[in-house]
């Protein structure tokens, strides 16, 4: 794929901002829809008056704005999504609607559209479910998603593939392992710090601290969305994006912890969930196959407690 103008929905957000950063140093024209429901335009602030880059308050649920976005665009990156993966247990409508139903938006808006032919969508590794092959390849099936954000994902990936072939798009699918950087708003590092700052005598973890994932520093993963919406060959094109190796909840809390100074702060596990999961929909061991994105030329710069404590590191100085 190459591009001219590029639309970032969820460009102020953690993940977006920094794509936006990216395709703006690389002499790309770009637009950036997002309601700021999540996201913050100081974000964006050093784009703001540039010639090169437009901000859109909008909220994809209306789907003329998003025709408006996509004109003269020749490619999308949709990162605007509820990203929160726990959200889904107590309010059941908000992967369906912010998720699933904002891609068909999207979707429509780009059947109609006469330049925007392309699109790079960031899904998650929560399609996988439970897998039970580790490192998980993007081969692998059946695909039974234990959440109904990791459903809403896999719902919106199938819809990109069907319009892919019916209407001559072409389609980059992005399944993201964890990723951490200072100005995340949500996760366990975030969650943590956050715990710590209002006791610091007691650090409540959820689940039993065994839960054994992946993650991946922010920076790495918008080269490697990059590295995937230049590489793709195919209509249709998934990848799998992540660190090489897990860390820990426990691990994690240890070293947030460490770096706050508060050694002597009592661990607390709550094992609420029967199998030690965090919450209801909260997969247990998460590590991804990234050889074919690695045949690209793309490889982790920080494996996962590098990137774990730069985000710390970096969260403790905002
Ligand atoms: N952070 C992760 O670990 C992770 C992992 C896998 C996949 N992803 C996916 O990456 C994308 C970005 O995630 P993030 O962590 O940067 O989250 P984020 O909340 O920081 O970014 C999402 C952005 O979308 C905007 N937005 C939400 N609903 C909107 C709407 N209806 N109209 C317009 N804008 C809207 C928000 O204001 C926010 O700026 C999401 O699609 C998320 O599901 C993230």
């Not at 090169?52 to 408006?68: G, I, P, Q, S």
């Not at 691990?251 to 199998?275: F, P, Q, S, W, Y």
């Amino acid at each position: 794929m190459t591009w001219n103008k590029a639309l970032v929905t969820g460009g102020a957000g953690f993940i977006g901002s920094r794509l936006v950063s990216d395709l703006m140093n690389r002499g790309c024209e770009i637009v950036v829809l997002d309601n700021l429901s999540a996201g913050r335009l100081e974000n964006l602030e050093q784009w703001i008056g540039n010639n090169r880059f437009t901000f859109l308050k909008m909220d994809m649920l209306n789907l003329d704005t998003t025709k408006t976005a996509l004109e003269d665009c020749d490619i999308v990156f949709h990162l605007a999504a509820n990203p929160d993966v726990r959200i889904g247990v107590s309010d059941t409508k908000i992967d369906f609607e912010q998720n699933i139903s904002n891609t068909y938006r999207l979707l429509e808006a780009m059947r109609n559209s006469k330049s925007c032919r392309n699109i790079v969508f960031t899904s998650s590794s929560t399609i996988y479910g439970d897998a039970n092959i580790v490192p998980t390849p993007e081969c692998y099936g059946p695909l039974k998603p234990i959440s109904l954000y990791g459903a809403s994902k896999l719902a919106s990936e199938a819809m990109i593939s069907g319009y892919s072939h019916l209407f001559g798009i072409r389609g980059v699918i992005c399944r993201l392992a964890n990723i951490v950087g200072p100005g995340s708003t949500h996760g366990v590092i975030y969650d943590l710090i956050d715990k710590l700052r209002r006791n610091s005598k007691v650090l409540q973890i959820l689940g039993d601290g065994s839960q054994n994932k992946s993650y991946l520093y922010v920076d790495d993963c918008t080269e490697a969305i990059l590295t995937s919406a230049e590489g793709a060959q195919d209509q249709v094109e998934i990848f799998n994006v992540g660190s090489n190796d897990t860390i820990d909840v426990l691990a994690i809390a240890e070293i947030v912890v460490g770096e706050m100074n508060l050694k002597g702060a009592e661990i607390r596990l709550t094992r609420k969930i029967a199998d030690g999961r965090g919450w209801k929909g909260d997969v247990k061991r998460m590590l991804l196959d990234i050889s074919k994105i690695n045949k690209l030329g793309w490889r982790p710069k920080w494996n996962s407690r590098q990137a774990v404590r730069r985000t710390v590191k970096g969260m403790l100085d905002q």
